[in-house]
C-alpha cells in the first residue's frame, strides 16, 4: 500500500497559532494596541478561535474597567475644589480608550462631557474677574476738589459750563456701565447648564454714594445753584467659584448594594485561581463574586490562560478552563485526525506539525483500512504518534 504524500505547506491553523501567540505576547508587554490589531485580523479569518476571542474580552475589561474609572473622575470633578485636575484625568483615560477603539460611543459621551464642564468653568471665572472690576470702579467715590478763589465775573462765567459738561458725563458714564453690567449677569446665568448659589456682594462692600459739586457761595452779582446730587449704583452681583461648587451633585447620592453572585469553576487537569496576584484557590471550586463582569487567571505550572465571567447577582456561573499545548502528530500508514468535543473539529490528515490542542482532550485518528483508533493529549505530550496494525 503506497504512503500519502507529506504536505509541507503551511496549515491556517498553524498561521492563527503563531498570530495569537503574537498577540499574546503584546497585550502581556502592555502594547495592547498591537495586540487589538492582530486579534482583530484573527477573527476576521477565523471567529471562532478561542484564543483570540480569549484575548478580545480581556481587552474589552480593561476597556470597561477604564470607563468606569474615568467616569468616577468626572462625578467627583463636580464636588471637589481642584475639580478640573479630576476632569484631565478623565480626559486622558478617554483618549486612551478612543485610540484602542475610535468607535466606542460611550468614551466619545464622557469626553465631550468633560470638555464641556472645563469650558463652564472657565466661563464663570471670566464673569466673576469682570464683576469684580466693574465692582471696584462703581464703588470709587471721588473726593471734594477745593476751588480757588476767583473773580466774581469770571468764576461763574467758566463754572457753569464745566458743571453742565461734568454732569452729562456722569450720566452717560453710569448709563454705560449699567448696561454692561446686565449683559455680563446674563451672559454668565445663559452660560452655566445647571442652578448656581449667587452670593451677592457685601452691603458695606459697595453704598449708594452722592457726589456733589460745591459752587462758589451766592454773591449780589450772580444767583446761587445748589449742589447736583449724582447717586451711584453698586455693580451687579458676583458669582464665584465657591458658590459654584455648593450646589449639590449626583455623586453623592448613596450606593445601591447589590447581592453577590458564584462561579462554578472546574478543568480537566488542576489549576490555581487568580485575581492579578492574589490568589483565590484551585480547581474544582465554586468562589462567591459580586456582580459584573470579572477578569480571571488560571494556572497550572508553566500554563497560563485568562478567562472572563460575567458574573450575575445571586445566580451561580459555571465554566470549564482548559490549558493548550503545541505537539506535532502523525500515524502510520496515515490518517485524518478530529478533536472531539461539542462540536467535532476536523485537524487534517497526517503529519501535522505545530497544532495546538486542549489539555485532557481527545483526539481520533481514522483510516478507512481499520478500525478508528483514540488517543487522550496529556501534559507533557510534544509529539503523538499512532499506528494502525
Request: contains cysteine.
Amino acid at each position: 500500500m503506497d504512503t500519502a504524500t507529506v504536505k509541507n505547506e503551511s496549515t491556517p491553523g498553524r498561521e492563527f497559532a503563531e498570530l495569537t501567540a503574537q498577540a499574546r505576547t503584546a497585550y502581556q508587554e502592555k502594547r495592547t494596541k498591537e495586540c487589538v490589531d492582530i486579534t482583530h485580523r484573527v477573527l476576521l479569518a477565523d471567529p471562532g478561535n478561542a484564543e483570540a476571542n480569549a484575548l478580545y474580552e480581556a481587552i474589552q475589561g480593561d476597556i470597561q474597567r477604564d470607563l468606569n474609572d474615568a467616569r468616577a473622575l468626572l462625578e467627583d470633578s463636580r464636588s471637589m475644589t481642584d475639580g478640573q485636575k479630576y476632569r484631565k484625568a478623565a480626559e486622558i483615560i478617554l483618549l486612551k480608550i478612543l485610540y484602542l477603539d475610535a468607535t466606542n460611543s460611550e468614551a466619545k459621551e464622557l469626553l465631550a462631557v468633560a470638555k464641556g464642564s472645563t469650558a463652564a468653568t472657565t466661563q464663570v471665572s471670566s464673569a466673576s474677574r469682570t464683576n469684580q472690576l466693574e465692582e471696584t470702579a462703581f464703588t470709587a467715590s471721588p473726593k471734594p476738589v477745593a476751588k480757588e478763589p476767583e473773580s466774581r465775573g469770571e468764576g461763574m462765567s467758566l463754572k457753569l459750563p464745566l458743571i453742565c459738561v461734568a454732569v452729562v458725563v456722569l450720566a452717560a458714564g453710569l448709563w454705560f456701565f449699567k448696561s454692561k453690567a446686565t449683559g455680563t449677569v446674563a451672559e454668565a446665568e445663559t452660560t452655566i447648564s445647571r442652578p448656581v448659589a449667587v452670593t451677592p456682594a457685601p452691603a458695606t462692600a459697595s453704598p449708594v454714594t452722592t457726589s456733589t459739586v460745591e459752587l462758589a457761595p451766592k454773591t449780589a452779582s450772580s444767583s446761587y445753584v445748589p449742589p447736583v446730587p449724582v447717586p451711584v449704583k453698586s455693580a451687579a452681583p458676583v458669582i464665584t467659584a465657591a458658590a459654584v461648587s455648593a450646589v449639590p451633585s449626583p455623586a453623592n447620592k448613596p450606593a445601591v448594594s447589590k447581592e453577590s453572585g458564584s462561579l462554578a469553576v472546574n478543568s480537566a487537569i488542576a489549576a490555581d485561581i487568580y485575581i492579578g496576584d492574589k490568589y483565590l484557590g484551585a480547581t474544582p471550586t465554586t468562589l462567591p463574586f459580586p456582580p459584573g463582569r470579572q477578569m480571571i487567571e488560571y494556572r497550572h505550572g508553566d500554563l497560563r490562560t485568562v478567562m472572563t465571567h460575567d458574573i450575575r447577582s445571586g445566580e451561580t456561573i459555571t465554566a470549564f478552563v482548559t490549558f493548550e499545548t503545541t505537539v506535532q502528530i502523525n500515524a502510520r500508514p496515515w490518517a485524518q485526525v478530529f478533536l472531539e468535543g461539542t462540536s467535532r473539529k476536523a485537524l487534517g490528515q497526517t503529519p501535522l506539525s505545530s497544532v495546538r490542542v486542549p489539555i485532557g482532550s481527545v483526539l481520533t485518528f481514522e483510516n478507512p483500512n481499520f478500525p478508528p483508533k483514540n488517543h487522550r493529549v496529556k501534559e507533557g505530550d510534544s509529539t503523538i504518534q499512532m499506528v494502525f496494525q
